[in-house]
């Protein structure tokens, strides 16, 4: 499904959960440092021109995050099936670096956390 046509600033709900937002990102997010669970850096900037994909989770989640990781690696999967897996970025994104460390995630400690692409 097409992303809906919105103005600037504006935001419209997903089907299925979710939201849909017409708004550019400020240049200090976009070059705001993530880290891969291998812990190569990358920033949101590296993906101009796509669509972006993006949840948050934490390994200590015990219940949401399991599943949201889960159907995070079905779009992914999904995007790949259909051939726009190089139109669209998939990612989770950790909000407890003291925890949710590249080596942490890289040994499945916990092996809920599943690589989205």
Known sequence: MPAPSLAPGMATAAPGGGSF???KLPADVLALPLFDSTG???TLADF???YV???????????ICPMTTVNMRDIARALSA???ASKV????VSVDGERDTAPCRRI??????IPTT
Do not use: Y
């Not at 994909?53 to 219940?63: A, G």
């Open 21 to 23: 937002l017409n708004e």
């Open 40 to 42: 190569e850096a990358f």
């Open 48 to 50: 101009a021109g796509k």
């Open 53 to 63: 994909v993006i949840t948050n989770f934490l390994t200590s989640c015990h219940e």
């Open 82 to 84: 259909v051939g726009l």
């Open 89 to 92: 970025a998939v990612m989770e």
């Open 108 to 113: 499945g400690r916990p092996a809920r956390v």
